[in-house]
């Protein structure tokens, strides 16, 4: 069974930094894609920081510049950083794997970030 642990979440003033880590465990297929999403209250979940096998990574345009994504193959792990929040950064973020042979996502239940002062 596949679980998605996050950590890393709290209260952030603004200007600050985060650091949110996601493990994996469970794991027994390739993955194509590991990253983080967020969802503000009564947003969509949209997509903060996504890597890819091979190494490519994206963000989503509001974080662009701010956020730094890394992975630990050896830990199934996935690593985000972001710097200067803002309070629209604030959300529940949520740990994200796609599989590379399978039709189907896997979710954690997420870790609140908010940003306030």
Not at 97 to 112: C, D, I, N, R
């Amino acid at each position: 069974q596949v679980q998605l642990v996050e950590s890393g979440g709290g209260l952030v003033q603004p200007g600050g930094s985060l650091s949110l880590s996601c493990t994996a465990s469970g794991i027994t297929f390739k993955i194509y894609a590991m990253g983080w999403y967020r969802q503000a209250p009564g947003n969509q979940r949209e997509k903060v920081a996504v890597w890819f096998d091979g190494g490519q990574t994206i963000f989503g345009n509001s974080v662009k510049g701010r956020c730094t994504i890394s992975r630990d193959n050896s830990k199934n792990s996935v690593n985000l950083q972001m710097n200067n929040l803002k309070p629209e950064d604030t959300g529940v973020y949520y740990c994200n794997v796609v599989p590379a042979m399978e039709l189907t996502q896997y979710w954690g239940k997420g870790t609140p970030v908010n940003v306030s002062s």
